[in-house]
């Protein structure tokens, strides 16, 4: 999934809590599924920046010698300006774009 485009805020806000609970009448059930998602794109963004910065180590076998990379350094600097992954999860929450499902129901 592509999270550069998101439209998730960038500092803190406050939400609606009616609109938080609304999907699923329960406060609580929703926290946890926005957490289990914020966990899910948390693993993505990570994954997707280690692939990227191995693009460009250099490695070598001396503890002494230290080498900053500025390609690595720019593309660490780009996933820090991106929304934090808990923002991205509230913000596809409240535009429904989350598919939960209860076991216990079906």
Known sequence: MDY????????T???N???IEAP???IYEAISIIAK?????NADLKRELVDKLDEFATYNDSLEEVFE???QIEVSKFYERLPKPHAIAVD???NGKIYYRTPEAE
């Open 4 to 11: 550069k485009e998101t439209k998730a805020p960038l500092s």
């Open 13 to 15: 806000i406050t939400y």
């Open 17 to 19: 809590k009616e609109a």
């Open 24 to 26: 699923t009448e329960n």
């Open 37 to 41: 998602r914020a966990n899910q794109i």
């Open 69 to 71: 990379n500025k390609e």
């Open 92 to 94: 596809e929450w409240l």
